[in-house]
């Protein structure tokens, strides 16, 4: 397939890597020239305008930061749509939001050019991996033309077609909402079990044990608990967006979320006090800072450790 990728970030660089070695004829584009180089020693074409992407490609996919840059790439000045042929497709990536890609659906359409959004989840060591899982929002028949280049980047038993335009964003909106849910919620639970005078390992195997269980107990907090590593591939900044997002979206569909409104807050005070490139996970040392202790189980398993000013 002749594909053009646009954005190679954190994520974008990885999968655009993938396509490669599937063999797939790849021109690549970044604001960052620099960020292509791994891609155009392995053969990649580097584009010097968007445009220029677009008239090397049958297909587009694009991995931008925000909604915004997406609007930016297909609808501004010298963009994406203007210069794609009829018979292509553009296939989003990025965590955006519905209304963006019904507007360019809008203009899109009548040239004959075909959209799907296919967020992804498994961050950069999914990407890496080639082992994404991808949700795929649009016609199914679309899905199963791209489903080469999808299954290049992404596991193909998590490749799922989710429903029509619109539900893959929907869906990654509330993967990322549900898994910060998660991270504040357990953050409270664990730091306030420690005060008490529990001891770590001994709560977390509890925890891990009981109906309250959740993969992101069995999995994801233990690279805080082994090694204070609060996940800096993902920003701060990246995680604030991402709930802005599903808490607009749940007000948009006239949906309260309390609880949710108040997991964005609490990630907005983490980026405050952390700063915008502090992990993603950050929000766990808030509550570590709070009760004095460091959530810690190195190797030797031992408690919490309390911190002293």
């Known amino acids: ?36 180089a791994e891609q155009v020693a392995q053969g990649a074409r580097l584009a010097s305008t968007i445009a ?9 996919i694009t991995m931008l930061p925000t909604p915004r840059h997406v609007e930016q790439v297909l609808l501004g000045d010298g963009g994406l749509l203007a210069a794609m042929a009829e018979g292509s497709t553009w296939i989003d990536m990025s ?7 019904d507007r360019v659906r809008a203009q899109a359409e009548p040239l004959g050019i075909r959209v799907l959004d296919a967020p ?28 080469p280049a999808l299954e290049a980047m992404g596991d193909p038993e998590r490749i799922l077609h989710v429903g029509p335009h619109g539900a893959g964003y929907a869906v990654k909106l509330m993967i990322n909402l549900l898994w910060f849910c998660h991270l504040v919620a357990t953050s409270e639970v664990l730091a306030v079990g420690a005060k008490a005078g529990v001891d ?25 608990l082994h090694h204070g ?31 949710s409104a108040l ?21 766990m040392k808030l509550y570590e800072d709070v009760a004095g202790l460091e959530l810690r189980l190195p190797t030797s398993q031992s408690a919490a450790r309390e911190v002293h000013p």
């Open 52 to 60: 220029e992407v677009a008239g090397n490609s049958d297909t587009v």
């Open 229 to 259: 590593d609060y996940d800096e591939s993902f920003a701060m900044s990246l995680a604030c967006k991402d709930l802005g997002l599903a808490v607009d979206l749940a007000r948009e569909v006239g949906v309260p979320v309390e609880l």
């Open 120 to 147: 992804v989840s498994g961050m950069a060591k999914g990407a890496r991996s080639g082992m994404l899982q991808i949700f795929v929002g649009g016609d199914g028949e679309d899905v199963a033309r791209q489903r």
């Open 200 to 224: 770590l390992e001994v709560l977390h195997r509890s925890l891990v044990a009981s109906p309250a269980t959740s993969n992101f107990l069995q999995s994801d907090v233990l690279s805080v």
């Open 263 to 283: 997991v964005e807050q609490v990630y907005r005070r983490g980026r405050a006090a952390y700063g915008d490139l502090a992990g993603e996970m950050i929000p």
């Open 1 to 36: 397939m002749r594909i053009g990728f646009i954005g190679l970030g954190n994520m974008g660089g990885p999968m655009s890597l993938n396509l490669l070695a599937a063999g797939h004829t790849l021109t690549v584009y970044d604001v960052r020239k620099e960020a292509a």
């Open 95 to 101: 965590t955006s939001v519905p209304a963006v890609a």
